[in-house]
């Protein structure tokens, strides 16, 4: 946990000297598709695109708030809002990282290096979003982090991070939208970095919805501190392959985290969930809740990791992922992995895979709701289950339209 | 209003309607019984459309051919059944599926859609009717609901579809004496000159509540007895053996055994 030295060019030629790209032997990694993978050039920073598709500025969700957007990794500042209330710091990384580099606190920098593009992600991302509360401020207003990519000539794909330090007793809610620009192949490679006070709480949510032909590689990586309350919830929607990985360390005692996520695929996706979370401090509870509705030929991934550390005596950690599959040519691969090396403690976990319920259409349809409708009405009570956890009425109504129905 | 001739059902090779005949007529309530097994419910099954049945014979509703369309189109036609088991649906809010089947058959019909406030107005009017409360319609239909409430719930759509023919399958399964009183109050308050009903019964204590114009007895996929009321009162003294087979006396149970007697 020291605070490294920023990224560099230099050191990212020091850093992807010897990087070996993962293989499906690689268990993280083994429903990836290694071939499109290979083929994601990753670079410096690019430049901002000036122009963005209309299209592409309307699916940005309308929030009030402050509001920070990264274009091919580096800030926009023209489409930001930074201004934020009192004890609150929202900046570019790259201006943090000149001005005030004390702020920036990479945490784990190195150590968060798990994998071939988290160290792309370290060598390049020397742009991205700081985001600071002070000790015990309540923030009112969500703050909305918009990450785009627009695949170009240079390199196909971008690399950004995020920083987010909640203060002791502070809260706040962070909103990660990624979307993508235009029918080209390349992708975005986002890294978050979040360290939680004691008795901070953050609710922490990821929209991924990248466009058909584009890759998204997410890592979040939480450190909470004593009685801390995190709430991740994340909609894995868009992108060819969608990836969104999440590490939590439960490190002060008593600290609660909450993860969430809907994972939503039709066409050839996979959409793939690589959670982990370490329970290092004694008596701290952890709930994972995971869905996924997968249609045509889409391929879905939940693994999901509870590691209990020696000492961490008290831990209460659940775990479930409930799929439904839509059709025959879809799957999900759903794998718990359960580490105990503490006494008194409290784990479950469980799976289910399941397709419509044909009594339940029946039911639907002979109160005269037409064969279409009824599915519609099933699989959108399924999902919402995870979207009702979404404490933004603005971010449920967007997942709700992006989902194709609106209550009202 | 329904004429039902020669109604055949099977599941793969088990034959379950054996021949049904009946006729409702406009305003008329019906009481179905019979012993367990007999085919109450698929005969209930083959009127609102449910699939997996070989459907045999005829089946109209204001002369209208009922049989080759979906349940969705029979909604729209006019039948409502009350499910024997009300299905739980999960993240599907109340009020919105009952605005959403309401306008369902709305826009089948041609008709206008309702919009959310004036939908609210026909619902509370429902809720009146079965004593429900306003969270009844903010909960997920059905999830968690007792065996009453679900009930409830289902004679509340029928308030609200206000359906030319409802046939409510064991609707008194399962209910306290309260919950029956509410329920049958609910049905005979939607009882009208333009409205059928088939009231599928294994006991006759519903039939102390909601007073049938005719009784049918359902054996072994047909209606061998036809009478008035007190054909029901029959059977509550005498049981289904009259009616069953001697070499099927072991299958059903004696049926009225353990049910109360009627004040």
Redesign the interface.
Known sequence: MSAAATTSPIRAVELIDGIVRPTKRDEAWRYAPHRELGELTFGPTGSVVVDLPADLVAQIPALDGPRIVIINGAVDRARSDLATPDGVYLRSLADATESQPDLVNHQGDRAGVVDAFTAYNLAYATDGAVIVVDVGVDVAAPIHVVDITAPGSVTNSSSSRVIIDVGAGSSVTVIESRLGVGTEFGGSNVRTTVALGDDATLEHVVLQDLPAQQVHLSRVEVAQGERSTLRTRSFNLGASYGRLAYHVELAGAGAHAELSGLFFGDGEQILDQQITVVHRAKDCTSRQLFRGVLDDASTGVFNGGIDVCPGADGTDAEQSNDNLLLSNRAEVNTQPRLEILADEVACKHGATVGQL????L??????????E??RR??I??????VVDDVSIEAVRNWITRRLGHD?? | MLHVENLTAAIGDKQILKGLNLDVGAGEVHAIMGPNGSGKSTFAHALAGRDGYEIGGTVTLDGVDLLDMTPEARAAAGIFMGFQYPVEIPGVNNMYFLRTALNSVRRARGETEIGARDFLAVAKEAMELVEMKQDFLDRAVNAGFSGGEKKRNEILQMAVMQPRLAVLDETDSGLDIDALRIIAGGVNALRGPERSMIVITHYQRLLDYITPDFVHVLVDGRIVQSGDRTLALHLEDHGYADFVDADLNDAPERPLAGAPSRR
Do not use: K, P, V
């Open positions: 319920d044909d009594t339940a029946y039911y639907l349809r002979s109160r005269g709701i037409n064969a409708e009824a009405l099933l959108n009570g399924f999902a919402d289950e209550h009202d």
